[in-house]
């Protein structure tokens, strides 16, 4: 299986700006698009925003206009990396940030293990 290790969450202020990270490595999934999830405190994981290959990009309605999915150009799954940038930041926003592969664009099963999260707090 695919590793998954995403960072760059934190503390930030209604308003403000965080960029996120998911570093992929081990196995490859070739052309499968990947996503980016969040799961808020009592809540269901959720779709934000997803990539292909091809550079098609889907926001979730509470995302767009705020939130840019993006990932490098290495069309080796294997090793390669994916962003979120969020502005805008509400405090809804809060909550355990991850990415994985999907098996189809924009909101298909994930294809392989959570890794660990990254935590995203917004907050005055």
């Known amino acids: 299986q695919a590793r998954l290790a995403e960072s760059g969450g934190g503390l930030v202020q209604p308003g403000g700006s965080l960029k996120l990270s998911c570093a992929v490595s081990?196995?490859?999934?070739?052309?499968?698009?990947m996503a980016w999830f969040r799961q808020a405190p009592g809540k269901e994981r959720e779709v934000v925003a997803t990539?292909?290959?091809?550079?098609?990009?889907?926001?979730?309605?509470f995302v767009k206009g705020r939130f840019t999915i993006s990932r490098d150009s290495a069309r080796d799954n294997a090793n390669h990396t994916l962003w979120l940038e969020m502005n805008s930041l509400r405090r809804e926003d809060t909550g355990v940030y991850y990415c994985?592969?999907?098996?189809?664009?924009?909101?298909?099963?994930?294809?392989?293990?959570w890794g660990q999260g990254t935590l995203v707090t917004v907050s005055s």
């Open positions: 994985n592969f999907v098996l189809s664009f924009p909101r298909g099963n994930t294809a392989d293990a």
């Open positions: 081990g196995r490859t999934y070739s052309g499968l698009p």
């Open positions: 990539i292909s290959w091809h550079g098609e990009r889907y926001y979730a309605d």
